[in-house]
């Protein structure tokens, strides 16, 4: 079984240019999520999705963030304009279920260096 | 308030010596405990999981975890490590309320197993 697939892997741009990172779930995998891992910190949530709906999205910045999940498959987070404070890894997830028992199955994320 | 503590960032340890990971949490509510292992750029990789029954649960690569309610804690743990247990370890946790599936992690635990 092919795991959750990401890319790029690595990103450099400068501050206040936009950048876009592409997640390719398990095949059928309702759950999506997105999360934000600062260097020293465990990953945070920013938005998770059941197939193409948003399910939760309130840790997301949506000043600059923005994230689609096309036709309940891939998705794509957006940045516009990227800030120093968003260099971090972005790992995506996914899931079966929303169900409290769901395993999460994470891809090797996009590491993001603003500067 | 609902929270996630790893008590260590980082734990020396020599090769074939026993090592335990330490995470706390404080919840009003029930909890479905996690430890996730994530290697130099990969993603994160499910290790165990405590779901319900036995409080002893064991997972992968040799590694067990011991869930105390009376003491909000699921300490990971293993006899004997080697040096490619290497690694960053997540505490995760979900707490039951609300209708959908969130993760909130611990800050981490850097494991450096020594020769």
Do not use: M
């Not at chain 1, 690595?10 to 759950?31: D, L, M």
């Not at chain 2, 509510?29 to 999981?49: A, E, H, I, T």
């Amino acid at each position: 079984e092919a795991g959750v697939a990401q890319s790029p892997r690595y990103k450099i741009i400068e501050k206040r240019q936009s950048v876009a990172f592409w997640c390719n779930p398990i095949s059928g995998h309702a759950t999506l999520y997105w999360y934000q891992q600062i260097l020293g910190q465990g990953p945070k949530l920013l938005i998770q999705f059941q197939n193409n709906g948003v399910v939760d999205d309130s840790q997301l910045p949506k000043d600059r963030f923005s994230a689609e999940r096309l036709k309940g498959v891939d998705s794509t987070l957006k940045i516009q304009p990227a800030k120093l404070e968003d260099s971090a890894v972005y790992l995506c997830a996914s899931g079966t279920t929303l169900g409290f028992t769901d395993t999460q199955y994470f891809g090797p994320g996009t590491r993001l260096t603003v500067l | 308030a609902q929270s996630v503590t790893q008590l260590d960032s980082q734990v020396p340890v020599f090769e074939e010596a026993p090592v335990e990971l330490r995470c706390n949490y404080s919840s009003s509510v029930s909890v479905y405990l996690f430890w996730y292992v994530q290697y130099p750029n990969q993603g994160l990789q499910l290790l165990l999981k405590y779901l319900s029954g036995s409080t002893l649960v064991k997972g992968i690569n040799g590694f067990e975890a011991e869930f105390n309610k009376s003491q909000t804690s699921f300490h990971l743990r293993k006899p004997s490590v080697h040096i490619s247990d290497t690694a960053e370890y997540f505490c995760a946790v979900r707490f039951l309320s609300g209708g959908y599936n969130k993760l909130i992690f611990g800050a981490g635990t850097r494991l450096a197993v020594h020769p």
